[in-house]
């Protein structure tokens, strides 16, 4: 019984570091293939050599979707590079995207 409960404790924590690993390869892979347009939960979890199911389960314990993470890093890259366009920036890698003006990037 002892041996049980101990294990217990051993195994536990190994998986929950694991579904944490899990995810920030995940976020890994993600911010490194922005620019991919076939970028997708089910390309992730290839990848990553898991199921898309896998993948799902691990990001809704940490209270998001995969997609919805895609979204707001790719939202934020483009909100960063239309704000320093308007500054005049360019930023390396980035192209400037036809509908970002100036007038957008300040919110005006």
Same mark, same amino acid.
């Given at each position: ?21 899990? #995810? ?8 490194? +293939? ?7 939960? !089910? ?12 993948? +799902? /389960? ?10 919805? +993470?895609? @979204?707001?890093? @790719? ?5 960063? #590079?239309?704000?320093?366009? %308007? =500054? !005049? #920036? #360019? ?7 036809? +509908? =970002? /003006?100036?007038?957008? %990037? /300040?919110?005006?």
């Amino acid at each position: 019984m002892l041996v049980s409960v101990l294990s217990a404790e051993v195994v536990e924590p190994a998986e929950e570091n694991a579904s944490d690993l899990l #995810v920030q390869q995940a976020m890994a892979y993600i911010a490194g +293939h922005l620019d991919d347009p076939e970028l997708s939960p !089910g390309s992730v979890a290839r990848a990553l050599y898991v199921s898309v199911r896998q993948v +799902h /389960t691990r990001f809704a314990a940490q209270d998001f979707t995969v997609a919805s +993470h895609i @979204r707001a890093v @790719r939202l934020a890259v483009e909100a960063r #590079v239309c704000a320093q366009a %308007a =500054c !005049g #920036v #360019v930023v390396p890698g980035m192209q400037r995207q036809p +509908h =970002c /003006t100036p007038a957008q %990037a /300040t919110g005006g």
